[in-house]
């Protein structure tokens, strides 16, 4: 009653003889009882006074038109083809003469059906609004038979209104109670706010009109109209229809990190201009302005919203131990927006692109798009689409620790700027590099003290203001606290109880809470300067609170537990209140550990907690000892940035959890042809006994190169970044990371492609390519022939039976893989995988011979290069290896046959050269 609006849609449904409703809209034809959409609506009786035949005969014809091909999704049309069609259409198969004069169209059946039952439901309902909003309504009745009809009904109005009342569903504040209804967020500066957690998508939507063409990001169609065209949300720039306002799926960024159950860092590129892309924050396109992008997905952002990225990216190594290969399953990863060209939905079948806005659904591993309203009704379960084949699958790979930066293990060159670097966890966030200029703190013009609104700088916390960053909010100079407070939690996108923070001045040395009258214009004014607000987290009870706890990599569907804790809650038993609400046995807590994550975005003895922080797509964790007290963690954090106690998180992992047995690390750049001892030497002086490692080998002896392995992960990392700051002979240690392949996961007839890229081959055109080939494929399977060569990557491999080897490059770098291949063949289960060649180089006489073409141009689609390895034929290549011997001892043994052999200061094999060469056969002008 107090949500319907004369000018609304209605929505029209059938009911069989045991109550089910039967229904038609965009979803298709739904049937079924459990619909609570329908709890409250009017009921137009048809026929009365039947009997069972009767029943019968209608539950038969509603049968036999819901079986019509007109009512799948596809084919509805909002005007052609909808809710009423399927109902007239019903009616008219029942053959009812009386009925047959109101079903000549819509609009007679609405008028003799419909509005008779809509006009005394009106009157109703305003007479609810009025007992609603007075208490009390008072009628002028001029007969004894209204008086009693209208008497009777305000008795059952008022009955039901005590009812509700007693029943608590009215807020204390006089306001409805939303609780438990599926409404969209009113905007933070509205005087009416619903409850803040209630909503899954947590936008902040408010009407507005556009003066400009304008498409809705969840059905890709314009909006129409001259004024309130449709919603937009005040934090991400989500625009919608109204009639979408209801089934919007895609979160909002300030909760975004919190619907993610396993973070996953991003690589990312050199800042650049990216063309036709849209932000992935913010929502707006990517034209001019600085931005940056996942080298694994396709996740791109301004630079200035770099600080509120998700990490989010798809999770590359997944492997879990004790874990049967029929027991897995591959789920999609979904990125919304940047949809390839004419992108079809899966679903529907309908065109799910856009060129105009950030809209649609994309899997990075197997690449199907659907609509985000469609792509929950597909399969979970992901199979690797057309690249099952040659796809390297994430359940068979394992890394050290999920914290390792992704470009340490594939090696990915650091050529960003310091500037563009990301932040440690305790950084604070500021909107761009200009917020911290001299022109932020002055006024640009005298003329915007005379204006209405005022632009104020906010702090969240103590590390902020030494630091001085901050972002900054545009407010009314009559603006209400709790409209300040509001619209500081979405500059810092944060959602969350605004009654939990307060705001000071920030040039007051007390620190004195703003005051409710006119708090704008009691700050304190500093001469060129603009008034600051420290944003700080004060919930009712300081003492007192609630973290929330992710399972991790336990064997639990939910995301997360809320765990209520105070000040005396220790670790131990925020672990005992997890593992019961995870529905874990908590009888050997030493089984567990709780672990610190912070984003830079049975047995208890079994666990342990871990805190996690996500910072700018950045992952850092710490394992945490059983007598911490995580709330007294989040209030600190809270006093140094509010930012960071919101992208701070906890995990239950356990102790025993296994990420990789054996870490292997690859040190190159050492001195060519020396012994094993002396390799040895080296290592013990650079790293210490402490971290010395379990065993070297295999040794690269005429390349400089090694692989050291280790059995606990911690102290492999913690050697690996020893190492790489290290330096021998004047030359930077190269130093890499290796993921761990478990070839037995591998699914069968599964044959793994991996990809080498020479990136300065034929004018680096190899940067492109390895890009795209990463985004297309695992990038644990593509590596840059500048880091350590093809060695790095033959060795992960060397486990798994039956692979392929792209090599892209010229004949130089296709002779170099292939002698790599040669050195290492004899260790490798597989040792002559079949080579195909994406030709970078200025001859490509082989390629030319092995018909891959010419060269590459830059205008072939990388996705088309993968299908021709796919679909090429095999074939042998001759490789002869010849052996050179020199004379000179010879002759020294003829002419002086007294003279020993071994006493001419050289052996015969100091004086042999060995040369490994192709034999194939090219006719051509470059050849």
């Not at 949300?233 to 009639?243: K, T």
């Not at 985000?372 to 790979?397: D, K, T």
């Amino acid at each position: 009653c107090s949500h319907y609006q004369n000018a609304a849609d209605l929505h029209i449904g059938l009911t069989d003889s045991k109550g089910d409703v039967y229904e038609f809209d965009k979803y298709g034809l739904r049937s079924g009882t459990g619909n609570s959409s329908w709890n409250q609506c009017l009921s137009v009786p048809i026929v009365t006074d039947v009997d069972n035949m009767w029943k019968d005969y209608w539950d038969y014809t509603l049968q036999i038109a819901a079986q019509m091909d007109r009512w799948q999704p596809n084919q509805y049309s909002e005007d052609q083809n909808n809710c009423y069609s399927f109902v007239i259409t019903f009616l008219r198969m029942l053959r009812v003469k009386d009925l047959k004069p109101s079903l000549n169209s819509k609009t007679q059946f609405c008028k003799d059906f419909i509005v008779p039952r809509t006009k005394n439901a009106a009157k109703y309902i305003a007479l609810y609004r009025r007992v609603v909003k007075e208490g009390i309504c008072v009628l002028n009745t001029q007969s004894p038979r209204r008086r009693s009809q209208r008497s009777l009904a305000l008795q059952a109005l008022s009955t039901w209104f005590r009812r509700k009342w007693s029943d608590n569903t009215m807020a204390a504040s006089g306001r409805p109670n939303w609780s438990g209804k599926t409404i969209e967020n009113a905007s933070p500066t509205t005087e009416v706010l619903p409850e803040y957690d209630q909503f899954g998508h947590g936008h902040y939507f408010t009407k507005k009109t556009f003066h400009k063409p304008t498409y809705c990001h969840h059905c890709t169609d314009m909006l129409w109209g001259l004024i309130g065209q449709g919603f937009i949300c005040e934090v991400c720039n989500f625009v919608v229809h109204d009639r979408c306002l209801k089934t919007v799926v895609s979160p909002c960024s300030t909760v975004a990190s919190n619907v993610i159950k396993n973070p996953v860092p991003h690589c990312w590129s050199d800042c650049g201009h990216l063309k036709r892309k849209f932000c992935n924050v913010c929502r707006k396109r990517i034209e001019d302005q600085s931005a940056v992008r996942c080298e694994i997905c396709e996740y791109c952002v301004h630079l200035d919203c770099h600080d509120f990225s998700v990490p989010d990216c798809k999770e590359c190594a997944t492997y879990v131990p004790d874990q049967e290969l029929l027991q897995v399953v591959q789920s999609h990863h979904w990125r919304e927006g940047n949809l390839p060209a004419n992108s079809k939905c899966h679903y529907c079948k309908k065109t799910c692109w856009s060129t105009e806005c950030l809209a649609g659904m994309r899997c990075e591993w197997c690449g199907s798009t659907a609509h985000a309203v469609c792509y929950r009704h597909l399969a979970q379960e992901c199979n690797f689409g057309w690249l099952q084949s040659i796809m390297l699958p994430p359940f068979c790979i394992s890394i050290p620790r999920t914290d390792v930066p992704l470009e340490t293990i594939i090696g990915v060159q650091n050529r960003k700027k310091e500037t563009n670097s990301p932040r440690s966890a305790s950084e604070e966030f500021s909107s761009g590099s200009d917020i911290r200029s001299k022109d932020a703190d002055e006024y640009p013009s005298p003329k915007d003290k005379d204006k209405d609104e005022e632009t104020i700088k906010v702090y969240d916390g103590n590390a902020s203001m030494k630091r001085r960053t901050f972002r900054t909010i545009t407010i009314s100079r009559s603006a209400t606290k709790d409209q300040i407070i509001a619209a500081c939690l979405r500059a810092f996108h944060i959602h969350d109880d605004p009654r939990h923070y307060i705001i000071t001045d920030a040039y007051d040395t007390n620190e004195k809470e703003l005051c409710e009258f006119m708090p704008v214009q009691s700050l304190i004014r500093v001469e060129g300067k603009r008034c600051g607000l420290f944003f700080r987290y004060r919930p009712p009870n300081p003492d007192e609170g609630s973290v929330k706890v992710y399972p991790g990599k336990l064997n639990v569907t939910d995301t997360y537990r809320v765990i209520p804790v105070t000040l005396d809650t220790s670790v131990e038993d925020v672990m005992i209140a997890a593992l019961d609400q995870f529905g874990l046995d908590s009888g050997d807590l030493n089984r567990y550990r709780l672990v610190e994550f912070g984003l830079d975005s049975g047995d208890l003895n079994r666990y342990r907690l871990v805190e996690v922080s996500l910072d700018k797509g950045s992952v850092h964790e710490r394992t945490m000892d059983n007598t911490e007290s995580p709330w007294a963690i989040i209030k600190s954090l809270a006093r140094d940035s509010i930012r960071q106690k919101d992208n701070t998180r906890f995990y239950l992992q356990q102790v025993d959890e296994v990420y990789c047995s054996n870490v292997a690390i690859f040190v190159g750049n050492l001195p060519p042809n020396l012994s094993q001892r002396q390799y040895e030497r080296i290592l013990v002086e650079l790293l210490g006994k402490p971290y010395k490692y379990r065993q070297i080998g295999p040794i690269y002896y005429e390349y400089g190169s090694l692989i050291v392995t280790y059995d606990n992960a911690d102290i492999a990392v913690k050697a690996y970044y020893m190492l790489r700051e290290s330096s021998y002979d004047d030359k930077n240690l190269l130093v890499l990371l290796l993921p761990n392949i478990m070839a037995d996961m591998i699914p069968p007839g599964v044959r793994p492609l991996l990809v080498f890229v020479n990136v300065k081959s034929g004018g680096c055109q190899g940067l492109e390519l390895i890009s795209s080939f990463r985004k297309l494929l695992n990038p644990y399977q593509v590596y840059d022939l500048e880091n350590g060569g093809p060695l790095p990557g033959l060795y992960v491999c060397r486990h798994i039976k039956d692979y392929k080897i792209l090599v892209c490059g010229g004949d130089g770098t296709v002779g170099w893989v292939l002698q790599c291949l040669d050195n290492v063949g004899q260790d490798s289960e597989c040792q002559s995988p079949p080579c195909a060649i994406v030709p970078l180089g200025t001859g490509n006489d082989l390629a030319r011979v092995l018909r891959w073409g010419p060269g590459y141009t830059g205008q072939e689609d990388p996705v088309s290069v993968l299908k021709d390895v796919i679909d090429a034929e095999e074939i042998r290549l001759d490789r002869w290896t010849v052996v050179f011997h020199s004379d000179e001892a010879t002759k020294q043994m003829e002419e002086k046959p007294g003279l020993p052999a071994n006493s001419s200061g050289s052996t015969s094999e100091d004086n042999t050269a060995i040369f490994v060469m192709n034999n194939y056969f090219g006719l051509g002008i470059d050849a």
